[in-house]
């Protein structure tokens, strides 16, 4: 009869499975390996079978290559004793010779094996020419864009300051993106009527046409003063509010926000919503009047301090330059085209001369009920080719230093390549450029005439030379510049939409200093607003009420 020995079963107190390695199991090695490798090799007994990386990831184990089976020499210990195996530093002078001498030697490699293959096939005439200058082509790709790739690895934009401080009472009334606002249209917008004309411009010197960068004129500095007086401040559009329109603004604002999603740099615009009225102005102590240098370039200008290539200080050297150009190519002393009415900002104990300046205050319908009334510029006049009066635009571009501001040397290319110049600052002043174009379309201005102006040295921002002028007419020109007024008037409309929809009160119209976002805070009525400022508006207050008293007297007088 047949015997049954049952297996020995161990009892396992702490989980299951075996307590102990089996005898015959204990001395063997034992390698971990999963399900899911690839069989690439019979066996793998020091893990570096495969050198090349794409098959070191394609046939390694999740587990990775193990010990177990690694040799060890234990009966020679003492045959040998260990020494310093530390890694000995190398002298400066020959740090990185070997990594060199290998970029040298794969280049020196791939050489000859294109000249062998050159050798192998036999060219045409017309194939070498076309060989020859592709690799010319590739070299010069290499050199051009290769140099730029690396620029834009070292280069960091550094994080901007607001340009005004959001307080915590601040709400979020709207945030608007630039990508949404891009696509916004509003065509068929009718023609401006003007309802009035002030002041007195001077005739443009066509002499300064001449100007060349061999023969350069140096910029003059003229005292004259230039009123930048903002919507609410104006007389002429308080009169104004009265019978026309429910939207005020200058074209300075108009133009900063139909090209908004051109900008980079913060800035912000005060809305006043009062019985049903908007109207938007700058604050008094902002640099919303300011011309920003290099705003939209890949490495846009980032010195701080009181260096002259600073921002802030390239702002102001910009500025500074306008001004002076947009008098010095004027005929001054001569004979003036006035409008029907004076200018409304000179007071009558004003100290010095008043620049060359036209205003129209132009009316808009952009339907839905709303009429915008805007107080537009012209900088001169100038005679057309069939003797006909025009109004222009005058308004400077300046060079800072041609190194950190595109490569283009403007006194060696302005001559004969002035397109590369005028790319160049199309590209580094997108939005500076479209604020421009915007004006003088909204003005009706029939030429924007531009002067090129550097600084005599690059180390000095205290002296000028005009290198050259040129002129276009303000259409011609945002259609070059891909400035779409139907876009511009979107935006616009967009924006007063958006104010519209609020009660009344006071709010502020953003761009975050980082994003290219626009956020609409509401803010409180006296933000922004001094002791001095309260007692105009008290004053103001009681001459309103004088006149309606005087009103009120006459009509009872009449009757």
Not at 169 to 183: C, I, Y
Request: net charge negative; aromatic share 10%.
């Amino acid at each position: 009869m047949a015997h049954f020995n049952p297996p020995a079963i161990q009892d396992n107190p702490d989980g299951w499975g075996p307590c102990g390695i089996p005898e015959r199991f204990k001395d063997m090695p034992y390698q971990p390996f999963s399900k899911g490798d690839r069989l690439g090799k019979v066996s793998d007994w020091t893990g570096t079978t495969y050198q090349d990386r794409r098959y070191t990831n394609k046939y390694s184990s999740q587990f990775g290559s193990g010990s177990q089976y690694a040799y060890y020499h234990e009966e020679d210990d003492s045959s040998f004793q260990l020494v310093d195996t530390t890694k000995v530093q190398k002298p400066i002078y020959q740090r990185g010779r070997m990594r060199f001498g290998q970029n040298r030697f794969r280049r020196d490699q791939q050489r000859r094996q294109q000249q062998q293959a050159a050798n192998m096939q036999v060219l045409s005439k017309t194939q070498k020419s076309r060989e020859r200058d592709r690799q010319r082509q590739l070299r010069k790709w290499q050199k051009q864009f290769g140099r730029n790739i690396q620029d834009q690895r070292k280069f960091q934009v550094r994080h901007r300051d607001a340009s005004v401080q959001v307080r915590d009472t601040w709400e979020v009334k709207e945030e608007m993106d630039f990508p949404r606002l891009a696509k916004l249209n509003l065509p068929n917008i009718g023609e401006p009527v003007d309802i009035l004309r002030c002041g007195s411009m001077e005739y443009y010197d066509k002499n300064y046409d001449r100007v060349t960068a061999k023969n350069e004129k140096k910029l003059m500095r003229i005292n004259r003063i230039f009123h930048k007086v903002t919507t609410t401040d104006d007389p002429v559009i308080r009169k104004l509010t009265k019978s026309e329109g429910n939207v005020f603004a200058t074209d300075a604002i108009l133009a900063t926000l139909m090209c908004c999603t051109r900008s980079v740099y913060p800035w912000d615009i005060i809305v006043q919503r009062v019985g049903g009225k908007l109207f938007f102005d700058k604050r008094d102590d902002s640099e919303f009047d300011l011309l920003t240098v290099s705003e939209t370039a890949t490495e846009p200008p980032q010195d701080e301090g009181a260096s002259i290539n600073s921002p802030r200080n390239l702002a102001l050297e910009a500025t500074f330059i306008n001004h002076n150009f947009s008098q010095q190519v004027l005929r001054m002393g001569e004979e003036k085209h006035t409008f029907q009415h004076p200018n409304p900002f000179v007071q009558e104990d004003e100290d010095g001369e008043v620049a060359s300046v036209g205003y129209r205050y132009r009316k808009w319908d952009l339907g839905n009920g709303i009429e915008l009334v805007s107080r537009c510029e012209h900088d001169a006049i100038m005679m057309g080719p069939s003797g006909d009066i025009q109004f222009i635009n005058v308004k400077a571009l300046n060079e800072w230093d041609s190194r950190f501001s595109g490569g283009v040397d403007w006194r060696s290319r302005l001559d004969n390549q002035r397109g590369a110049v005028l790319a160049t600052e199309l590209k580094n002043n997108r939005f500076k450029l479209a604020k421009w174009t915007a004006c003088a379309l909204l003005a009706g201005s029939d030429q924007i005439k531009f002067g090129y102006v550097s600084r005599a040295n690059v180390r000095g921002s205290a002296k000028h030379v005009l290198l050259g002028t040129q002129q276009f007419k303000p259409i011609e020109f945002a259609s070059q510049i891909n400035l779409s007024m139907d876009n511009a008037w979107g935006i616009l409309r967009c924006i007063v939409d958006t104010c519209q929809k609020l009660s009344d009160g006071k709010y502020l119209i953003m761009k975050d200093p980082n994003k290219p976002v626009i956020r609409v805070y509401s803010i409180p009525d006296n933000t922004f607003e001094s002791d001095e400022d309260e007692e105009e508006e008290e004053e103001e207050e009681e001459e309103e009420e004088e006149e309606v008293e005087a009103e009120k007297e006459a009509d009872q007088a009449e009757k």
